[in-house]
């Protein structure tokens, strides 16, 4: 099946935009990107945009698609069987993808779900984005997210709870460099892992060819997980400039998850969040924010990821976090930036994913508008006239 473009501008994702160009995928894959292609292949379908726009399927780079954004997440994944929480599981990766997201990073779920759900999404047999899967979250005993995590205490423990991970499949694996909202008896700034124990555990996912991620909230917490190597800080509340300019040098990318505070904090107590939640996300949000303004100023590389899954945060409004973005710092150029090509790279699928470039796979969006002129119509399924995922449209 091949298809065209045409009539629309093409936001490429690396920071180009191009007028009235020509797009034509066949397959998979996108095979030509052009400014003048008038002649259509025979037998194509011509896509006309009419006015609106291409752009690259969007990638989160922090869900739990196993959540189900209740006012206490944690308590619905508990209460389900495994059979019924990968059927939520599924429906979740269902209205990511159709919402635009056409590939997602998940940071952890329980009973190894994610992984099942990556693979039945692999293989076809359900709709869902692309995922990159992290199992179990490694977390010190009684850390944040221990109710679904692996517990691991020393250095020791640690590498044999990433290589359960990686031999259980996972693409990536997950530590928790401190306490974090959710967990309750734990605070979002203190450390828990140690730098030796975050070093196990990169050690271990680095020699089998994995990447790594921490939540990391705590100033302490985050520079021990970059000196102990890691890929990505995930939330980073508390930056200060040493951390800053680490990310920045190293190239560390930074997935700051506005949208999970600030769901909280808007719903607050009379929506049925636990109080502990309520006071930690309106204590730590303004640090938050001055993080993000310090991360973007020293020119650290900025991914997408919502949290999707904490209270109130749902899968399929995942573009909720693009309007955070730009309501803090941000222009709408920078937060598809964060949504595409930087996630792609934050990921490791920069050569298949991310932008729309020859030879990548057509994961693509087609809106009826402009979403630099107005980031927020990302947020609007109405405004979403096309999804397609690997060449085949998921939503049309």
């Known amino acids: 099946m091949t298809m065209v473009f045409t009539d629309g501008s093409v936001i490429v994702g690396d920071g180009t935009v191009l007028e009235k160009a020509t797009v034509v995928v066949e397959g998979q894959r996108i095979v030509k990107v052009s400014k003048n292609g008038r002649t259509l292949p025979r037998g194509a379908e011509r896509i006309g945009l009419d006015g609106g726009c291409l752009l690259p399927g969007l990638i989160d780079s922090h869900v739990h698609l196993c959540g189900d954004g209740s006012p206490d ?32 990073r998940d ?15 692999a293989s076809g047999l359900i709709q869902a984005p692309r995922i990159l899967a992290s199992g179990r979250v490694v977390c010190m005993t009684g850390g944040h ?65 994995r990447r790594t991620a921490t939540h990391a909230q705590g100033t302490e917490g985050v520079l021990n997980a970059l000196k102990a190597g890691i890929d990505s800080v995930e939330h980073g509340f508390f930056l200060d400039d040493e951390c800053v300019e680490i990310m920045a040098r190293r190239g560390i990318f930074f997935v700051p998850t506005l949208a999970a505070l600030y769901n909280i904090e808007k ?19 303004s640090a938050q924010l001055e993080s993000l303004t310090r991360a973007k100023q020293a020119g650290v590389r900025i991914a997408m990821g919502t949290d999707a899954s904490t209270p109130f945060n749902l899968h399929g409004r995942n573009a909720q976090e693009l309007s955070l973005l730009v309501d803090n710092g941000l222009s709408p150029g920078e937060a598809l930036l964060a949504a595409t090509s930087i996630s792609a790279a934050c990921l490791g699928l920069e050569e298949e994913v991310g932008t729309v470039e020859e030879g990548k796979l057509a994961d693509l969006i087609v809106t009826k508008s402009n979403p630099l002129d107005d980031i927020s119509i990302l947020t609007q399924p109405e405004s979403i006239s096309l999804v397609i995922q690997a060449g085949k449209k998921v939503k049309s």
Request: no cysteine; glycine share 12%.
């Open 73 to 104: 997440p944690f308590a619905s994944i508990l209460k389900d069987s495994p059979p019924l929480l990968t059927l939520k599981t599924a429906e979740h990766a269902r209205q990511t993808l159709l919402a635009g997201v056409t590939t997602v």
């Open 145 to 209: 997210g221990w109710p679904i995590g692996r517990e691991a205490d020393g250095p020791a423990e640690v590498r044999r709870a990433a290589r359960e991970q990686i031999k259980a499949g996972a693409d990536l694996v997950k530590l928790m460099a401190t306490g974090g909202v959710m967990t309750p008896g734990v605070e979002p700034g203190s450390a828990q892992l140690t730098e030796e124990e975050l070093r196990a555990g990169v050690e271990e996912a680095h020699k089998a060819g």
């Open 267 to 285: 719903a607050g107590l009379e929506s049925g969040v636990p109080e502990y939640m309520v006071d930690k996300a309106r204590r730590t949000r």
């Open 107 to 121: 940071m952890g779920g329980a009973h190894l779900i994610d992984l099942a759900v990556r693979d039945a999404a």
